[in-house]
Nanobody, 121 residues
């Protein structure tokens, strides 16, 4: 199983920056994609950014040019640098990992517990 632990959320003023980090631990064969999703009150969870083990990235249009996702495969960590934050970025941010528990198994999605990001003056 894969455990994901997030850190780095908090309260920031509009235009400010935050950095989220997520560390994967536990027993698994491999981790494929890792990413960040967010869910604002009354809205569905949405993809923010994702990165494959090869380093290919994908961003939501709303965060392109402002957020940067990075990954350390050796440490099984993923980070999200968020700059020029806007009030509409306020949400609970969840770390996600697509991982194979065993070499013979399919990939499954694993989730962190979520970290609150609030952008407000």
């Amino acid at each position: 199983q894969v455990q994901l632990v997030e850190s780095g959320g908090g309260l920031v003023q509009p235009g400010g920056s935050l950095r989220l980090s997520c560390a994967a631990s536990g027993s698994f064969f491999s981790i494929n994609a890792m990413g960040w999703y967010r869910q604002a009150p009354g809205k569905q969870r949405e993809l923010v950014a994702a990165i494959t083990s090869a380093g290919r990235t994908n961003y939501a249009d709303s965060v392109k040019g402002r957020f940067t996702i990075s990954r350390d495969n050796a440490k099984n960590t993923v980070s999200l640098q968020m700059n020029s934050l806007k009030p509409e970025d306020t949400a609970v941010y969840y770390c996600n990992a697509e991982a194979r528990p065993h070499y013979y198994s399919d990939s499954y999605d694993y989730w962190g517990q979520g970290t609150q990001v609030t952008v407000s003056s």
